[in-house]
Structure formats: structure tokens, C-alpha cells
């Protein structure tokens, strides 16, 4: 069994990474080492801002727990209000834009395959596929 709280364990270790561009702040909570192949990300996006996103090697499943904003989505066309119960998933390695709204969104994430820690977005939004040794 593995338990993790977010204030002692994570919060202040390499597990929580901010964005270069200070627009989000991911939490880390469950990551490919831990073998149950997911990872699972507590993400706050601060309010205000626009990251452009497309996992072209991951799935991602995404649920909103607090603030607001929106996604995006570039080939369709069409934006999605995100708020407070609303979920979205990246199930065809959808191209978007993520932006925060009028105050900072809390979002929880699921990767699959599970991010190891160490990725950071690329100049093309991807993440990229790496794996344990």
C-alpha cells in the first residue's frame, strides 16, 4: 500500500514541478516508479494564463475540484468552460489550449502510460514517452 500526503510528502521535493513559465504547478502524487501504471498529478493552473498542450504520447484524464477556466480544443474548434465537477479527457491525444480563468484551477490528473517525474513540455506541447530502466 502506498499512502502520500500532499503537505508533508510532496509539497517542497522534487515531486512538485512548476512550469518554466510559472503557469502551473504539478503535484506529483503517484509516478511510473511506483509500478501501478498510471500517474496521478494534483495541478493547480494559475488564473490567467494560456499553456498549449498535446500529449502525443500519453492519455489524460482531468477533473476539476476548484476554480475555473477553460480548454480549447483546436481541432474541433471549441471551447469547454471548466469549473468546479467538470471532467475532460485527452483520449485522442487532442491538441488545446489550457487556460486559467479568473482565479486558480485545481485540477486532478491521471497519465497513462504514468509519467516518471522528470518530463517537461517540448516546443510541440508533447510530453515525452520516457520509461524506467
Known sequence: MIVR????????TDREVEAENGNWVSRRLVLAD??????FHDTIIRAGT????HYAN??????????NGEI??????TTH?????????????????LRGGTEDMRLICVFNPPLT??????ENGHYPLLTLD
Do not use: K, P
Not at 5 to 12: M, P, T, V
Not at 34 to 39: A, I, W
Not at 58 to 67: D, F, L, M, N, R
Not at 72 to 77: K, M, P, Q, S, V
Open 117 to 122: 517525474g522528470a518530463e517537461v513540455h517540448d
Open 5 to 12: 500526503n500532499l503537505d508533508q510528502d510532496i509539497l517542497g
Open 81 to 97: 468552460q471548466i469549473r468546479d465537477g467538470m471532467m475532460y479527457l485527452l483520449n485522442n491525444h487532442d491538441r488545446h489550449y
Open 72 to 77: 480549447y480544443d483546436i481541432e474541433a474548434d
Open 50 to 53: 494560456e499553456t498549449y498542450i
Open 58 to 67: 500519453h492519455i489524460e484524464a482531468v477533473y476539476c475540484v476548484a476554480g
Open 34 to 39: 511506483d509500478r501501478v501504471g498510471f500517474s
